[in-house]
């Protein structure tokens, strides 16, 4: 089965190409906005490997959440050469490829939301356990039990989220970050289940509705204006 995954929903954007079992990961260049190199890393990606869009079974991308312009670009493009190439499209959560990428069973996630907050999110044995949820790291309701894994880059960017943690996490993750890698496991075993919907119905999951700060809400916070 041949899939193209992207991931976009940070800056350190990726794609991953399987081929009958194979993985090839590439990164997006650093500091280039992703509109711009994601199709040429495509196409140079899929003619190292002697591959063409018409030979592919499915395009999957990090649906969310994650940066807005990132998760619209990454959807734009799956559905864009989904609809030229009439393939199925895979939308996978981006939580969920991390808590997949950490190979532990008891996951929490968190993922750097900016703006004073994190997304969040646990899973059990790949399955999530609560909802989504995007929050200040001091509002974050933290699931039950102990024995739990920790991973995602929300661990470094909010401490008093970590201290929080602690007792209950038995791991570290912190420098774990969406990748594309991840998403095309996920998505051959959604492809595989025929999990794959038309293009037109493949959407970001935003979780939040507010893109950034007004500047009252940065002043008060002890930015600048």
């Not at 999957?60 to 799956?78: D, E, K, N, W």
Request: with cysteine.
């Amino acid at each position: 089965m041949n899939l193209l995954a992207i991931e976009t929903s940070t800056e350190a954007g990726s794609i991953a190409l399987c081929r009958n079992g194979d993985l090839v990961r590439r990164a997006c260049p650093a500091g280039v906005p992703h509109s711009a190199t994601l199709l040429p890393l495509i196409r140079n990606t899929l003619g190292d490997l002697g591959l063409s869009l018409g030979k592919l079974d499915g395009i999957a991308f990090a649906a969310g959440p994650g940066s807005f312009t990132g998760l619209r670009v990454a959807c734009g493009v799956a559905q864009g050469l989904a609809v030229a190439y009439d393939l199925p499209v895979i939308a996978v959560g981006t939580l969920a490829a991390l808590a997949a990428a950490s190979g532990g069973e008891r996951v929490l996630v968190a993922l750097d939301a900016r703006m004073g907050e994190v997304y969040f999110a646990a899973f059990v044995a790949g399955q999530p356990v609560t909802s989504t949820v995007v929050a200040p790291a001091d509002k974050i309701e933290l699931p039950a039990g102990r024995g739990w894994l920790a991973c995602g880059n929300g661990l470094v960017a909010h401490p008093p989220l970590r201290a929080r943690l602690a007792p209950i996490v038995d791991a570290w993750q912190p420098e774990l970050i969406p990748d594309a890698g991840a998403v095309a496991r996920l998505a051959l075993a959604a492809l595989a289940r025929g999990e794959g919907v038309d293009a037109a119905d493949a959407v970001p999951v935003y979780v939040r509705n507010k893109v950034a700060m007004t500047v009252a809400e940065r002043l008060a916070a002890g930015g600048r204006a």
